[in-house]
């Protein structure tokens, strides 16, 4: 049979495909842009056909509503990353919550976890009959490869990316051929204090860096300011809008990296339209999965590996808090630590960490001299290198306590730069001024 014919062979409903997922059956969720929508709708939809379906997702940007009260014992919601859709549901304990390093969750499923169904989106077969996974390489093609069954969304809407970023059709059970836009994020305007932030970091960055930029507003800022900088590099988890216009100004050019010269290590892609036209059949955007992404024994292989990433708040230590506030749940460790420790382990290497000096409106400092009670921390004093805000740069990796907590006073917001110097006099038995 040619490839084509069993192609056909395999064309089938949402309805139908959902429909060999029985109770008891592992399904994980391809990753955000990744996520089949028709299929996971289907799957919710034929609830009453199922009991303890638990369903895996990492970061997702559907619904969520598997731990709803008419889900309940049809559905057991698994989730490792959490959002504004689900975040409520693990609070009150609906949904259960896994923390994981990035790079190590395609080992921990094949090893430990086991699931066994995987629902993804896909690229139109090219003419030997392969798909791409698209913008959603990560953790999601090599859960698929040890799935019992992959059922696929094929949607003309997922670009046909480059890499280590294909299947082919044999290895797909039911393929469901349906042409949905992708989920776009809503584009984050770049206010005074992430243009001071990112300002701040784009000092720190050198002619011939490789650089990570993590999830939110402060990495679209930091990209904004380095449009005078040359022979930059890409080795990130994720990539969105701001690299396109730094590519096409060859700006970014990955002509210094060590590893995987003049290729963009990248992946996953979350963005809008724009980003995911520019990745589609772009040679020099290298998708790869995240357990060699993320892997910091890959990442510390470039020099000069700069790691920037976000965080909710700090302590006088360098204890940094990223994905917790109190006992709840805000998001997930995702690959920070990976690319904090790879950084820091790169030649010419360095790890920042960035956040507005302050939260709620201004109403809380985010450095403080104890994480809140119940929070988890997320990067260790140990791993801490650079702290940013909008007032400065804190060098901590290697620093003493009463170094750190002065850096860090010295980049906090003015109204509560008071209280915090107290509490170093109280500490440390010395007045700050010395
Ligand atoms: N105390 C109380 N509330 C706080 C707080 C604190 N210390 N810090 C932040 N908040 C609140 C903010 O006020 C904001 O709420 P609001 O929108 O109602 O004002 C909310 O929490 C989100 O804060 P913000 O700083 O805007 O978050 P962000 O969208 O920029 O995301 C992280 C920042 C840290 C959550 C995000 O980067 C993350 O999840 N990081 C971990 C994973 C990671 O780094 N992955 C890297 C590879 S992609």
Same mark, same amino acid.
Request: hydrophobic share 40%; with cysteine; aromatic share 8%.
């Given at each position: 049979?040619?490839?084509?014919?069993?192609?056909?062979?395999?064309?089938?409903?949402?309805n139908?495909a959902v429909s060999h997922i029985k109770s008891g059956d592992k399904v994980v969720?391809?990753?955000?842009?990744?996520?089949?929508?028709?299929?996971i709708?289907a799957l919710i939809n034929h609830r009453d056909n199922y009991s303890d379906v638990e369903v895996i997702?990492?970061?997702?940007? +559907?619904?969520?509503?598997w731990a709803?009260?008419e889900n309940k014992g049809h559905f057991y919601y698994n989730?490792?990353?959490?959002?504004?859709?689900?975040?409520?549901? /693990?609070?009150?304990?609906?949904?259960?919550?896994?923390?994981?390093?990035?790079?190590?969750?395609?080992?921990?499923?094949?090893?430990?976890l086991h699931p066994n169904v995987m629902l993804?989106?896909?690229?139109?077969?090219?003419?030997?009959?392969?798909?791409?996974?698209?913008?959603?390489?990560?953790?999601?093609?090599?859960?698929?490869?040890?799935a019992d069954i992959?059922i696929?969304?094929?949607?003309?809407?997922?670009?046909?990316?480059?890499?280590?970023?294909?299947?082919?059709?044999?290895?797909?059970?039911?393929?469901?051929?349906?042409?949905?836009?992708?989920?776009?994020?809503?584009?984050?305007?770049?206010?005074?204090?992430?243009?001071?932030?990112?300002?701040?970091?784009?000092?720190? /960055?050198?002619?011939?860096?490789?650089?990570?930029?993590?999830? +939110?507003? %402060?990495?679209?800022?930091?990209?904004?300011?380095?449009?005078?900088?040359?022979?930059?590099?890409?080795?990130?988890?994720?990539?969105?809008?701001?690299?396109?216009?730094?590519?096409?100004?060859?700006?970014?050019?990955?002509?210094?990296?060590? %590893?995987?010269?003049?290729?963009?290590?990248?992946?996953?892609?979350?963005?809008?339209?724009?980003?995911?036209?520019?990745?589609?059949?772009?040679?020099?955007?290298?998708?790869?999965?995240?357990?060699?992404?993320?892997?910091?024994?890959?990442?510390?292989?470039?020099?000069?590996?700069?790691?920037?990433?976000?965080?909710?708040?700090?302590?006088?230590?360098?204890?940094?808090?990223?994905?917790?506030?109190?006992?709840?749940?805000?998001?997930?460790?995702?690959?920070?630590?990976?690319?904090?420790? +790879?950084?820091?382990?790169?030649?010419?290497?360095?790890?920042?960490?960035?956040?507005?000096?302050?939260?709620?409106?201004?109403?809380?400092?985010?450095?403080?001299?104890?994480?809140?009670?119940?929070?988890?921390?997320?990067?260790?004093?140990?791993?801490?290198?650079?702290?940013?805000?909008?007032?400065?740069?804190?060098?901590?990796?290697?620093?003493?306590?009463?170094?750190?907590?002065?850096?860090?006073?010295?980049?906090?917001?003015?109204?509560?730069?008071?209280?915090?110097?107290?509490?170093?006099?109280?500490?440390?038995?010395?007045?700050?001024?010395?």
């Amino acid at each position: 049979m040619s490839w084509q014919d069993e192609y056909k062979s395999k064309i089938t409903t949402p309805n139908e495909a959902v429909s060999h997922i029985k109770s008891g059956d592992k399904v994980v969720l391809a990753l955000a842009t990744g996520e089949p929508f028709p299929i996971i709708e289907a799957l919710i939809n034929h609830r009453d056909n199922y009991s303890d379906v638990e369903v895996i997702s990492m970061l997702s940007m +559907g619904k969520s509503d598997w731990a709803n009260p008419e889900n309940k014992g049809h559905f057991y919601y698994n989730c490792f990353f959490a959002t504004g859709a689900n975040r409520a549901a /693990i609070a009150r304990g609906e949904a259960d919550f896994t923390t994981i390093y990035f790079f190590e969750v395609p080992k921990y499923f094949e090893e430990e976890l086991h699931p066994n169904v995987m629902l993804v989106q896909l690229s139109p077969p090219d003419s030997n009959g392969y798909c791409s996974f698209g913008t959603a390489v990560d953790f999601t093609k090599p859960t698929a490869e040890n799935a019992d069954i992959i059922i696929a969304q094929i949607n003309k809407n997922m670009p046909r990316t480059m890499g280590d970023s294909f299947i082919h059709i044999s290895k797909l059970d039911y393929i469901c051929e349906i042409d949905t836009p992708l989920p776009e994020l809503p584009d984050v305007p770049i206010g005074d204090t992430e243009k001071a932030i990112g300002q701040n970091i784009a000092s720190l /960055i050198k002619d011939g860096d490789t650089l990570q930029l993590g999830i +939110g507003a %402060i990495p679209n800022a930091v990209l904004s300011c380095l449009h005078d900088k040359k022979n930059l590099g890409i080795h990130s988890e994720m990539i969105s809008d701001g690299v396109v216009d730094l590519i096409n100004e060859g700006v970014i050019n990955n002509s210094k990296k060590s %590893i995987n010269k003049n290729k963009s290590v990248v992946g996953f892609v979350m963005g809008s339209k724009k980003v995911y036209d520019f990745v589609n059949d772009n040679p020099t955007i290298e998708m790869r999965s995240i357990d060699y992404v993320n892997n910091p024994a890959v990442i510390m292989q470039n020099d000069n590996m700069v790691a920037i990433n976000s965080c909710l708040q700090v302590d006088l230590l360098g204890q940094v808090v990223s994905d917790s506030i109190g006992l709840n749940q805000f998001s997930g460790i995702g690959g920070q630590v990976d690319f904090v420790r +790879g950084a820091n382990m790169s030649k010419g290497g360095r790890a920042i960490m960035a956040m507005p000096s302050t939260a709620q409106k201004g109403t809380v400092s985010r450095i403080v001299p104890f994480i809140n009670e119940g929070s988890a921390v997320s990067t260790t004093r140990n791993d801490v290198d650079y702290i940013v805000t909008e007032y400065g740069i804190a060098k901590l990796h290697g620093k003493t306590f009463r170094q750190r907590a002065r850096a860090l006073i010295e980049i906090s917001h003015p109204d509560f730069k008071p209280a915090l110097i107290s509490e170093y006099e109280r500490r440390f038995n010395e007045p700050f001024a010395v």
